[in-house]
């Protein structure tokens, strides 16, 4: 029911920034959650950053003061702005949204380069 297009990755120097942009191809006025997770070669997939529709916000700690959730439901969008990178921040990052039900979109390549 919901397409997920991430964009905004790249490669960058350790403490660079970049901003993710995820865009769903429907309205995200009826996602209750939005946000990103992220997973590293032979690693798990772990939660980096969710928002709530009510604005509410969860970031794991190693991120924590480093990366910024919004999202934008005018344009169907979840940001994630993520500052002061550091080289264990590569990761692909996905984007993920729930409803009734959870999507994942196909992922951005973060890659920090030390």
């Known amino acids: 029911q919901v397409q997920l297009v991430e964009s905004g990755g790249g490669l960058v120097q350790a403490g660079g920034s970049l901003r993710l942009s995820c865009v769903a191809s429907?309205?995200?006025?009826?996602?209750?959650?939005m946000g990103w997770f992220r997973q590293a070669p032979g690693k798990q997939r772990d939660m980096v950053a969710l928002?709530?529709?009510?604005?509410?916000?969860n970031y794991a700690g190693s991120v924590k003061g480093r990366f910024t959730i919004s999202r934008d439901n005018a344009k169907n969008t979840v940001y994630l702005q993520m500052n002061s990178l550091k080289p264990e921040d590569t990761a692909v990052y996905i984007c993920?949204?729930?409803?009734?039900?959870?999507?994942w979109g196909q992922g951005t390549q973060v890659t920090v380069s030390s």
């Open positions: 993920y949204t729930y409803g009734l039900k959870t999507y």
């Open positions: 429907r309205s995200t006025f009826s996602i209750n959650v």
């Open positions: 928002i709530t529709s009510g604005g509410d916000t």
